[in-house]
């Protein structure tokens, strides 16, 4: 049962409303003109589950978090949802509350036996804070994600602690956005785009009828561990044992490390003209954007690891049935990803990375622990760098992509930023990561390095180098009208 107990904030904001009361405690800051109230939170009353395992890409987060030694808010991620405007603050407490029911990783807490095991529990009942920010309507959305940073800056705990944090930023109380924060351990960036749509759903039908039902993890665990899981499964391990066996050896040379301490530097470059390059690359090669970006992304660390065929770690989400496609939890795990580089411009290599990510795609369902020992068994690793690679593309806007012109991409390469974003020992056992994100109208890439690999001016080297390889190879296409996108 959902106790919809959730007061109109709005009394806060100048409006009457006699038949609702709210205690609240405030907060300015006068900088932003916010005005911050504790709100009821959610309460939803359900019996208390039984602990039970984690699904296979539960255990993996959990592992690389366990690596961080308690500093694993990096872990966490963020997501902020633009509201129908119609919507009241009652509507808003009801469908975030039939979300936070209808998927349990959202109100369970997570811990590790004594004999290893990873398990997670449903809380029963559970009670969840909203926050409620109040802004105006031009600053609504900067507010929204500055709280959602904050937010996000804090390490949950999970053994005790709902994975979820929320708030909801109105303008003279009416809901404008809503912020959403949650540990990696419960929800992946797939997730999250679930959760707004049915976010949505919810606000502008009140029902999630025609949608199939959310599995639990319990369901999903044993789907995994089924017989069709396991044949799944030994496909995925074996995959990855022959495929690190025939892969040549990476290494960097000692000259581009430059040891620092902290140790590990993430450097960023926010760029323009990255968009409208890889647009054009897409047009002329027929594969998605992220193909494109792939095949650019393994030419570079195949440069600088001195190998035609380097490995990277990718991410994939493994949501194309169900009930996966239904669940927010994760589900994403990493994929090996390799691809032929030699004797290619990019063009060509972003459709071989088209066609090679299928298999990286076909073999990403696995329990890790046990592909871990079966790497190490069979000696397939050649050296640290052929697991240590990865590229994850967050872009959470994958609409085709507008095609540059060559003038356009000449004068946009020259207002890239660089900058440094992160220096710290907190690491994982990543020596290369590169990050592919929208900043407005610009990609943003972060490369993450240990600076025994990579120095700092090996870092920004090779970040400005991947750019001016799209860049170049845009303009060496034949030019095209203007307007047409690419895919």
């Not at 709280?147 to 404008?176: Q, Y």
């Not at 690190?244 to 581009?256: E, I, V």
Request: proline letters at 7%.
């Amino acid at each position: 049962m959902i106790t919809a107990s959730f007061p109109s904030v709005a009394s806060l904001f100048l409006r009457k409303q006699q038949d609702e009361r709210l205690t609240v405690t405030h907060e300015r800051d006068p900088a932003h003109r916010i005005t911050s109230a504790s709100v009821p939170g959610i309460f939803i009353e359900l019996p208390e589950g039984k602990p039970a395992p984690v699904t296979w890409g539960q255990r993996a987060i959990w592992d690389a978090m366990a690596d961080l030694d308690g500093r694993d808010q990096q872990f966490n991620l963020s997501w902020v949802i633009s509201l129908p405007a119609s919507t009241t603050p009652l509507a808003v407490h009801r469908a975030v509350s039939a979300l936070v029911q209808r998927h349990e990783s959202l109100r369970s807490v997570y811990g590790k036996a004594a004999d290893g095991t990873v398990w997670y529990r449903p809380l029963g009942p559970v009670r969840i804070p909203v926050r409620w920010l109040e802004a105006s309507d031009e600053e609504a959305g900067e507010v929204a994600e500055k709280f959602a940073s904050e937010m996000k800056s804090h390490s949950f705990r999970h053994e005790s602690e709902p994975p979820l944090r929320i708030a909801v930023v109105g303008t003279l109380g009416n809901p404008r956005l809503v912020a959403f924060v949650v540990s990696h351990l419960v929800a992946d960036f797939e997730g999250l785009r679930l959760v707004e749509r049915e976010l949505i759903r919810l606000l502008e039908k009140d029902s999630l009828e025609s949608m199939p039902s959310a599995p639990t993890l319990l369901e999903l665990t044993r789907l995994q561990r089924s017989e069709r899981g396991r044949r799944e499964a030994e496909r995925s391990i074996n995959y990855w044992v022959e495929t690190l066996r025939k892969a040549p050896p990476m290494s960097t040379d000692p000259a581009l490390g430059d040891l620092r301490s902290p140790r590990h530097w993430k450097g960023s470059l926010v760029s323009r003209a990255l968009p409208g390059a890889v647009g054009v690359l897409t047009r002329e090669s027929r594969v998605s954007s992220a193909a494109v970006v792939l095949a650019g992304v393994s030419w570079a660390v195949g440069r600088y690891t001195g190998t035609h065929q380097p490995c990277l770690m990718v991410m994939f989400n493994n949501r194309l049935r169900e009930p996966y496609r239904s669940s927010v939890s994760p589900v994403a795990l990493e994929g090996l990803f390799t691809v032929d580089t030699s004797g290619a411009d990019l063009i060509e290599l972003a459709r071989r990375a088209a066609y090679a990510s299928l298999s990286t795609y076909r073999y990403a369902q696995y329990s890790k622990p046990e592909l871990l020992t079966r790497i190490e068994d069979s000696g397939a690793d050649h050296t640290p760098l052929n697991r240590a690679c990865w590229f994850n593309d967050l872009r959470t806007n994958r609409e085709p992509l507008q095609p540059a012109q060559a003038e356009d991409l000449e004068r946009e390469i020259e207002r890239s930023v660089f900058r440094w974003v992160e220096q710290t020992d907190a690491h994982g056992h990543e020596a290369i990561t590169v990050h592919l994100a929208e900043s407005g109208d610009r990609w943003e890439v972060t490369l993450s390095a240990d600076t025994a690999v990579l120095g700092p001016r090996s870092i920004q080297n090779a970040l400005r180098e991947l750019e001016l390889a799209f860049v170049e190879a845009a303009r060496n296409c034949r030019p095209e009208p203007h307007g047409a996108p690419a895919g």
